[in-house]
């Protein structure tokens, strides 16, 4: 299967870097902390489900962690990728050479996450539940008002909400923006 994890794959090149050099800053190579806020929450997540990140980490943190849901297939990964590389300007069949050119700011701004079935087995929800992720103490926390980066507009918002969770929060007093903060959050 094609491996479609190398963002994973720079993070533990990364981690290993801690566990082989922490020593000459004057920290402790067997008690490396992960941690994450959001995105890198989630890449926490995902990480700790990695037989390969094991002997990498000691302790997580997962600050408002948005991995507790279920990735993409590999196959939806790169219809995602051609879909960006058109965005982009480029066809669809893009070369890896034409895509490196473009600027960053070219691309689509995308948080998806993939499976891909090698580096990647299974999402950190099925894996935490299953117990077959790295066994470190872990601090899970959400920020409150986390809406800074609220993707969708007010209304979206409202629109997708279920009675119930609304009706919850109007007995709060909560309308507007406020709400639909609330409810995003």
């Known amino acids: 299967e094609p491996l479609g994890r190398f963002q994973t794959m720079d993070q533990l090149a990364a981690l290993k870097w801690v566990k082989e050099n922490i020593r000459a800053f004057g920290g402790d190579e067997r008690n490396v902390t992960l941690s994450g806020l959001s995105a890198g929450g989630a890449s926490t997540l995902q990480i700790l489900t990695i037989p390969q990140a094991k002997q990498l980490v000691d302790k997580a943190i997962v600050q408002s962690g948005n991995g507790w849901f279920s990735p993409i297939t590999q196959s939806e990964m790169e219809a995602i990728g051609a879909w960006m590389a058109k965005e982009a300007g480029w066809p669809a069949n893009a070369t890896a050479e034409q895509l490196r050119s473009l600027p960053l700011d070219a691309l689509p701004h995308l948080g998806a996450y993939n499976i891909d079935g090698r580096l990647q087995k299974e999402n950190a929800t099925e894996a935490f539940a299953a117990g077959r992720v790295i066994d470190v103490p872990m601090i899970i926390g959400w920020t409150d008002f986390d809406g800074s980066s609220l993707r969708y507009p007010?209304?979206?918002?409202?629109?997708?909400?279920?009675?119930?969770?609304?009706?919850?929060?109007?007995?709060?007093?909560?309308?507007?923006?406020?709400?639909?903060?609330?409810?995003?959050?």
């Open 154 to 185: 007010p209304q979206t918002v409202i629109d997708r909400t279920g009675a119930g969770v609304k009706a919850a929060y109007a007995a709060e007093g909560k309308t507007g923006d406020d709400l639909v903060y609330a409810i995003y959050t």
